[in-house]
């Protein structure tokens, strides 16, 4: 399978027809129509073998999970995927391969309306690079340094739960005892994840920031502090946990999962307090739980206030403090 051929197998498979694509696969660059009064939100993603993803991954959910966290940023900037270019990195043309790869991109990018437009495709180490443009109408995108002293810190769906699949996975830290629901599930949730794009685009004019969390929610909550000027509190307690990880480890364990834990691609967003009807009513239109978590306050950083009132210290680089909340 030479490169042509390859090309042509993913401008097959991975066909979604959209009439602001002039001219999409094929020529020397694609012709695309923005929308009038709309800014183009652009975001770009690489997953590298065995850095983002273990080598065993199964090649359909690399081409899901490629696009996925792509989207999840356009949902954090409250804005509607359009487009995609895809750089394609591959070791040898497997023919297989590809179109596994191309189906579980496919079923992402046909369920948002996307269509890949163009892309570049190279001999290397296994490395998957995504563009993606989306549409924000002007000046209603959902940035992070929006934050105000004083708005609810909101978490879509339920945290911790990728990085314990992760766990189960790599056998660290190992959740033991789970029944194969419960394993497929943590496994579905690392592979498998769903930008929340309905509620990125329902919470514009009602958030005043946004982030998804990819890195752990501690970090990534830290953006929007650090971009807004603030300061952070959340309450370990009132972390959104599903049942499924709350049988996979012991509270600590948990909380680690969901603070510090990877690949959720929830939402994470401010909201000013006269607002959080709204948002609760958005959320429920959308049928993802919406979680009080904490409030912004004048300072800086991140705090995690334990069940008894007092900071639980979590270092960015490590947990080497973490038993002090036990
Ligand atoms: P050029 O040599 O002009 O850069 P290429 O041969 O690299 O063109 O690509 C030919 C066409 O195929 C272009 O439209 C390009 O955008 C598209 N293309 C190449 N690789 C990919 C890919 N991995 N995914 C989607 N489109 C691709
Ligand atoms: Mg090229």
Not at 83 to 95: E, G, I, K, N, R
């Amino acid at each position: 399978m030479g490169e042509f051929a390859l090309i042509e197998e993913i401008r097959q498979r991975c066909n979604v027809p959209r009439p602001d694509v002039t001219l999409g696969i094929g020529d020397d660059a694609a012709l695309l129509q923005p929308r009038a009064g709309n800014e183009l939100a652009v975001s770009m993603d690489t997953l590298v073998a065995g850095v983002h993803f273990p080598a065993t991954t199964a090649p359909f959910d690399l081409g899901w999970k490629a696009l996925a966290v792509n989207l999840s940023d356009l949902a954090a900037m409250g804005a509607e995927p359009a487009w995609a270019t895809l750089a394609l990195t591959l070791p040898s043309p497997d023919a297989d391969w590809l179109a596994r790869f191309c189906e579980g991109f496919a079923a992402l990018a046909r369920a948002h309306e996307l269509a890949l437009v163009g892309g570049d495709t190279t001999r290397g180490p296994l490395s998957i690079t995504l563009t993606v443009q989306g549409f924000v109408p002007r000046g209603a995108a959902l940035r992070r340094d929006g934050a105000r002293a004083g708005d609810r810190i909101v978490v879509s769906g339920h945290l911790g739960e990728a990085a314990a699949g992760l766990s189960l996975l790599l056998g660290t830290d190992a959740p033991r005892g789970l029944g194969d629901a419960d394993r497929e599930h943590l496994l579905q949730r690392l592979n498998r994840p769903h930008p929340r794009l309905a509620l990125g685009l329902a919470l514009r004019g009602i958030a005043s920031a946004a982030i998804d969390i990819s890195d752990g929610l501690h970090q990534d909550l830290g953006h929007i502090a650090a971009r807004s000027g603030l300061a952070a509190r959340i309450h370990a307690d009132c972390l959104p946990r599903s049942d499924t990880l709350a049988r996979a480890g012991d509270v600590l364990q948990c909380l680690r999962w969901q603070l510090a834990g990877g690949d959720d691609y929830e939402l994470c967003c401010a909201v000013p307090p006269d607002r959080m009807a709204q948002a609760l009513a958005a959320a429920a239109r959308c049928g993802v739980p919406l979680t009080d978590i904490g409030a912004f306050e004048p300072g800086s950083q991140v705090r995690v206030i334990g069940r008894g009132g007092d900071e639980i210290a979590v270092g960015y680089g490590g947990w080497e403090h973490f038993s002090a909340c036990t």
